[in-house]
């Protein structure tokens, strides 16, 4: 009686994944959706600027679209929460008292305020919020986050005509100073793109980041000096800790908006600005654009996945 021994079939041996990648290098392919080096991932980015302009300009001329009154709630929006606070704050709470020409200086800071807040909370929902577009096509993903600030950008550039409109009509005269917005809307712009990038990364990973996200942002208003003067309640608080002063005057949101209201207001003074405040505009833009540039790259490949 025969025996047959059990033999295991016959198979082809598994190539090492060194192998493959030599054959794959061999004859040009390379992984999808890999993260490109950061020179050429700026390449591509700046290659793809007329899409985020684009892309910017229809998310805001699309974000009214169902409203009767369309594009005029851009500049509405902002003045109807500045009406609030000053009732709120202004009247009832009297942070009016001690500050000249209080209502541009309320308006110019919620202004400013709502530039930042809403470029990190649309951050928080670029890459979450748009995953068809994210896994359909390949592009630098950074150009989402940028495009949702520039889009908040223009937004602030409508909301500026009615806010010229405002300064004039309660006395505060055109003055060379007038120009100093323009730099110091491009630092906070970089400064706004950079912290929506770092939001980005955060929300595609926790989307409900957005759900807390306004809360955060709530409690950082109030102590930016949007609805009054950080100087004045210095000087009417001499038992405070001596930290809290300069802790208060770096925040980098009150900073971009004392730097705008000094540009545009007349009584508001260089003496109300912190020392060297055009160097701590400059480092928060550095710090946040260069900074939450290079975090969101780093999880470039992730994006889209899971």
């Known amino acids: 009686m025969s025996q047959v021994l059990d033999t295991p079939p016959l198979t082809a041996p598994t190539p090492a994944a ?10 040009g392919l390379t992984v999808s959706g890999a993260r490109p080096s950061l020179p050429e991932y700026v390449r591509r980015l700046w290659a793809r600027r007329h899409f985020i302009a684009a892309f910017s300009t229809a998310r805001l001329t699309s974000q009214y679209s169902q409203a009767k009154l369309g594009q005029v709630w851009q500049v509405m929006t902002p003045l109807l929460n ?11 709470l009297g942070t009016k008292k001690g500050v000249p020409d209080y209502i541009p200086f309320l308006v110019t800071g919620v202004f400013v305020w709502t530039f930042t807040q809403s470029s990190i909370l649309s951050g928080t929902r670029a890459i979450s919020g748009n ?25 602030l550039l409508f909301s500026m005509a009615a806010l010229v409109v405002i300064l004039l009509a309660f006395g505060v005269p055109v003055a060379f100073s007038w120009l100093l917005a323009v730099p110091a809307l491009l630092l906070q712009f970089t400064f ?11 929300g595609a990973k926790t989307p409900d980041i957005s ?20 100087e004045h309640l210095l000087s009417k608080h001499n038992d405070w800790p001596s930290w809290v002063g300069p802790v208060l005057q770096a925040n980098p949101a009150a900073v971009y908006i004392d730097l705008m209201r000094f540009a545009l207001i007349d009584s508001f003074h260089a003496s109300q600005l912190p020392a060297h405040v055009w160097a701590i505009a400059t ?3 550095l710090l946040a654009g260069v900074g939450g540039f290079i975090y969101f790259w780093k999880a470039e490949e992730t994006y889209g996945r899971g």
């Open 283 to 285: 480092g928060w833009a």
């Open 82 to 92: 500045a009406a609030v606070y000053f009732l709120i704050f202004g009247v009832l």
């Open 131 to 155: 995953q068809g577009l994210v896994r359909a096509l390949h592009f630098p993903r950074a150009a989402l986050p940028i495009s949702m600030c520039l889009q908040q950008l223009q937004q």
């Open 211 to 230: 759900q807390l996200m306004p809360f955060v942002l709530r409690t950082w208003m109030y102590a930016s000096g949007v609805m009054w003067s950080i």
């Open 192 to 202: 706004n793109a950079g912290m929506a990038m770092i939001m980005a990364r955060v």
């Open 18 to 27: 060194d192998d493959l990648a030599a054959l794959a290098a061999r004859h």
